[in-house]
């Protein structure tokens, strides 16, 4: 390939993009951090915009920008109350700047699959959530679901005690940070684009995240095996800003949301299936996951559900309540 040609390419698919967008078309930026496929927040961004461009051709256009391209997760949340950017789906881990009500879901141990989070997230308590960013301009469409988290580290882990004295990168959540000093593991918050360098180059020793995120992000490549701990749930909010949203004429407004509730049905319900791609890629791989039995996950919980306690005025006991009333 010479130079000419990349570029030749690169404006072709920059156009590309554009030709989305026709004059007069209000444009919506989609921003986010993961890879698109495997991915079930890849694959439902993909499948709104495909779904947005066809179907309100005229009115608006959707423009996804994937791969932390356009934002890392620390900044999408401002350049949104900005106007640079319209949507996103920032893991509930993300929103401790705007709310405290999504440390729920960063409890360890709190939600058995993510059958129930999708359970507690339609009931009444759930959808109350989506509004609770709405005074600091954040206005939630929709939870996307990812998967339950496992554990990663540059040697094997069967007990809590192997990760004693390691670095893990986490989330920016202070639940996940209590987690981790619950097991005597240093927490260091970073952005998902660059957890992979870090843990190549020994910044940290290890990681937790959900099948598709260790696949997507070939974290397994520089790991000693995977631990299938389960112990978290990672999933999304679909954001857009109350401002914004609230200025859209009418009808487009009334189309974009039930676009976006079809497709949450629609790739929500396909989640497992995704999950377990990813899972079975990383396995062809010729990685190790370690698989732990009752009794090895049981010193697990035993370990990290005391940080609850911590967090119970945050996220309200009764919430606490009706997770686990969902577990049964
Ligand atoms: C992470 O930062 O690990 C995840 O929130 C990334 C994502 O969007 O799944």
């Avoid at 993009?17 to 078309?25: F, L, P, Q, S, Y």
């Avoid at 914004?244 to 629609?266: F, S």
């Avoid at 990290?304 to 997770?323: E, H, L, R, T």
């Amino acid at each position: 390939l010479t130079i000419a040609t990349i570029a030749l390419s690169l404006s072709v698919s920059a156009g590309a993009v554009a030709a989305a967008c026709d004059d007069g078309e209000i444009v919506i930026k989609f921003s986010h951090v993961t890879n698109t496929d495997k991915h079930p927040k890849g694959l439902a961004a993909s499948l709104l915009e495909k779904r947005v461009n066809e179907e309100m051709d005229g009115k608006a256009c959707m423009e996804v920008f994937p791969n932390s391209t356009l934002y890392d997760d620390d900044k999408v949340l401002e350049a949104m109350l900005q106007g640079d950017v319209q949507m996103a789906a920032p893991s509930l881990s993300k929103f401790e700047q705007f709310t405290k009500v999504f440390r729920l879901f960063d409890l360890p141990f709190v939600f058995k699959n993510i059958e129930a989070v999708d359970e507690f997230q339609n009931s009444e308590a759930g959808e109350k959530m989506k509004s609770s960013m709405e005074r600091r301009g954040l206005k939630g469409l929709a939870f996307w679901h990812n998967g339950m988290k496992q554990m990663s580290a540059n040697k094997p882990l069967v007990t809590p005690e192997d990760a004693r004295g390691l670095k893990f990168r986490v989330q920016p959540s202070e639940v996940i940070k209590a987690q981790m000093e619950a097991i005597g593991v240093s927490p260091q918050p970073m952005a998902f684009s660059e957890v992979y360098g870090a843990l190549q180059t020994g910044v940290v020793d290890g990681q937790e995240n959900t099948w598709s995120n260790i696949y997507g992000q070939k974290f397994f490549e520089v790991q000693d095996g995977i631990t299938e701990t389960n112990h978290g749930v990672l999933d999304y909010m679909v954001v857009t800003s109350t401002d914004w949203w609230e200025g859209l004429p009418e009808d487009v407004r009334t189309q974009l949301g039930t676009i976006v509730e079809e497709v949450t049905a629609e790739r929500n319900a396909a989640v497992s299936e995704v999950d377990a791609d990813a899972r079975q890629a990383i396995l062809d791989t010729g990685t190790e996951i370690i698989e732990l039995d009752d009794a090895q996950r049981q010193v697990w919980v035993d370990a990290m559900k005391p940080v609850w306690d911590q967090f119970i005025d945050d996220v309200g006991q009764d919430n606490i309540d009706a997770a686990q009333q969902i577990n049964l």
